[in-house]
């Protein structure tokens, strides 16, 4: 046997059993690219489908959403917001919240969505909460679409801090990805995670600056406050566009390299645990 | 060793689960952790399940290789293995070329999509770059018969329509080694034929190598040139169809004879409500007298006891008999639906009857599988209830019968010449 498996041409594929850590499969996951995509654009099309307002829902889900926080936060609680019209902050804030709320629901939800894909076909798992990211995308460009015009209305300029836009946005969706990525291995045994998941989300909501000015935090306080490292990137998205906030170096500093972190944690963690999402799920 | 290249080499191929106990399964986490707090040093009662023990075995360039075997052999997680859904425990398989599986038709087909949205989101998950779906997609469209409704969402096909357009798909995999699970047992059987034509066609024009699991003894027999046996999770006997074939129906007769020889009140393996119980099947010559064998031609008559697990009245009751060969394929289905009889229980056990005034079986073992329905819900089915050996016999009443290559079933018949 061994003798033989010597001289024969060399296979194109070897399977053995792994253990530990392993390395993430870039060239693999380059290959199945148009899995990705396709899926992306199979979540994209079947959104809206048998809908009677279609595609108006991603322009008034956002206006909504930013109409009843300035109702309650800015009329009724009368929190700060920088001296900035209250339904303008509120709809900066909400846009990269969504983002980040969206990225992670939905990652943490592509494995058990897709459970019959996941049982039934070989493709590299990552491809599942990677490929939920380009509707999520989609919507935030819709919403920085609206934002623009909003910003017009107001009368709200940015500063340069504009360029710097990307950077948080790759911050942002790193975090919750990361994250995303831990949650979704887990929920393929422990389905808890999906209970506990929109119970934290929201607990996370409002420990961050999604309806308030940083400037409402004692600022005896805002060292605890910043160590959500969601709050030095609101912060920082804010701030690119609108040119308002608080922020210091050493809180942007940490804050992206915890995103960082969690991103790459979170990649490895889920190489390590997918081997068991076939037989679990 | 022989000059052929090799498509697949498996060496010491094991893979187990592990089975958490009863009372220490936890499916949530609090659960997993309370007991972790409450025994913090007990290790976990578990079981390890072996699914496959040291398998070794290769398969050459362009064979087209059956794996057969009960239920629970272990044939799907070998697919599994080598289609790389889930990870070996043990072992180490070599591949030589791309692998295409095909475990279900129709994965992650989605019902609010059309036909054509289908296909590449299909051909996407099945492995197929887009480019390559844009080659085939006519001929898949061709393949499968509903060009007409390409753009209706799937959710409104027929469930034929739906297995053709999956089916079509898959078809135009390119691999170089396709491995394909039991997805033939749904679809029409011209579509089957159709199917199964395809795939003889990729191995034999394209030098492809297939390894196909079924349960339809036929098609393996028609598409295999050899076959691997599997038991238990390990491979019994492995080598040319005719041999492995007929090992596996001697085995599944002693398996069967095993079974039958369990009085039909005290089987385990059946199914349904349980309101209405089988308890025996007899087969009796034409004066009710039981036989151990019947020839063809004979009066023969089924009695199949019945007992009423609760009173009242017992209305729109429908037993049936059906009749399969050895190797799975079904002949007959016999039932008071069929022949319009209403039946009413209001005894609490009894006997139903059913009489064939002339048997059309030619000589052979059979096997019969009863049930008995109320207002069409299953109370009870049991599988391979008994066997029916029948002798030849002079069913034509000419002392002639067919050739036993052209036999299986008799019908009455009346010439005549102009």
């Known amino acids: ?281 | 060793m022989s000059s052929k290249d090799l498509a697949v080499s498996v060496r010491g191929l094991s893979k187990s689960y592990t089975i958490a106990h009863n009372d220490e399964k936890h499916t949530t986490l609090a659960e997993a952790l309370v007991h972790r707090a409450k025994n913090p040093f007990a290790r976990r009662q578990t079981e390890t399940f072996w699914a496959l023990k040291d398998l070794d075995f290769e398969i050459e360039k362009g064979d087209v290789v059956g794996i057969i075997g009960r239920n629970g052999a272990g044939k799907s997680t070998l697919l599994k293995i080598l289609s790389r859904i889930t990870e070996p425990t043990r072992g180490v398989i070599d591949l030589y070329g791309r692998v295409g599986s095909l475990l279900e038709v129709g994965t992650g087909f989605h019902p609010e999509l059309t036909g054509r949205e289908n296909i590449y989101l299909n051909g996407a998950i099945l492995g197929m770059r887009r480019s390559e779906i844009q080659r085939q997609f006519d001929a898949i469209v061709d393949f499968s018969e509903v060009s007409q409704f390409l753009d209706t969402p799937v959710k409104r096909y027929s469930s034929g329509m739906y297995v053709r357009l999956a089916f079509a798909v898959a078809a135009h995999l390119n691999p170089e080694i396709l491995i394909v699970d039991e997805v033939l047992a749904v679809g029409d059987v011209s579509f089957q034929k159709k199917c199964l034509g395809k795939m003889g066609d990729v191995s034999r024009q394209e030098g492809k190598t297939v390894l196909f699991v079924s349960h339809n003894m036929a098609a393996v027999e028609k598409l295999c040139r050899s076959c691997i046996l599997l038991a238990g999770g390990q491979i019994v006997v492995a080598g040319e169809t005719a041999a492995v074939m007929s090992e596996y129906l001697d085995s599944r007769a002693a398996e069967v004879d095993a079974q039958v020889s369990t009085a039909l009140a005290d089987r385990k393996d059946r199914q349904g409500e349980g309101q209405i119980r089988l308890t025996a099947l007899t087969i009796c010559d034409a004066n009710g007298v039981p036989v151990e064998a019947v020839a063809s031609g004979e009066s023969i008559q089924f009695r199949l006891g019945y007992q009423c697990c609760e009173p009242g009245p017992n209305t729109n009751v429908t037993a049936a008999i059906a009749i399969s060969t050895h190797s799975g394929n079904f002949i007959t289905m016999l039932s008071n639906e069929l022949s319009d009889d209403q039946f009413e229980l209001t005894r609490p056990s009894g006997v139903f009857t059913c009489r064939l005034p002339k048997l059309t079986l030619s000589a052979g073992h059979y096997l019969i599988n009863v049930a008995v329905n109320r207002n069409s819900i299953m109370q009870d089915w049991i599988q391979e209830a008994a066997t029916l050996t029948v002798e030849s016999g002079d069913y034509f009443g000419t002392g002639r019968t067919p050739p036993p290559s052209h036999g299986g079933v008799y019908f009455h018949q009346q010439w005549s010449v102009d």
């Open chain 1, 1 to 281: 046997m061994e003798v033989r498996a010597q001289h024969g041409p060399k296979p194109y594929l070897t399977i053995r059993p792994t253990s530990g850590w392993q390395a993430i499969e870039l060239a693999e996951l380059w290959q199945y690219r148009d899995l990705l995509f396709t899926l992306a654009s199979r979540d994209i099309s079947i959104r809206y489908k048998q809908t009677v307002l279609g595609v108006v829902w991603v322009i008034l889900q956002p206006l909504i959403s930013a109409g009843i926080f300035s109702f309650v936060f800015g009329k009724v609680a009368k929190l700060p917001s920088d001296g900035v019209p209250y339904f303008l902050f509120a709809f900066v804030g909400l846009q990269a919240w969504s983002l980040f709320n969206n990225t992670l629901s939905k990652s943490n939800g592509s494995l058990l969505g897709n459970a019959h894909l996941v049982s039934k076909v070989y493709f590299p798992r990552l491809i599942l909460p990677l490929s939920t990211l380009p509707s999520t995308l989609l919507d935030f460009a819709v919403a920085m679409g609206m934002l623009i015009i909003l910003m017009v209305i107001y009368h709200v300029a940015p500063g340069w801090g504009l360029f710097t836009l990307p950077l948080w946005l790759l911050l942002i969706t790193m975090l919750a990805m990361g994250v995303g990525l831990i949650t979704a291995s887990l929920a393929v045994s422990f389905r808890d995670v999906n209970y506990i998941l929109p119970v934290a989300m929201q607990f996370l909501m409002y420990g961050s600056p999604v309806a308030y000015a940083v400037s409402a935090v004692d600022p005896k306080l805002r060292f605890v406050y910043f160590l959500n490292p969601l709050s030095g990137l609101l912060e920082g998205f804010r701030w690119s566009v609108m040119n308002r906030g608080h922020l210091n170096s050493g809180v942007i500093a940490y804050s992206a390299c915890f995103a960082v972190a969690a991103f790459v944690t979170g990649l490895f963690a889920f190489r390590r645990m997918e081997k068991r999402f076939a037989d679990v799920i």
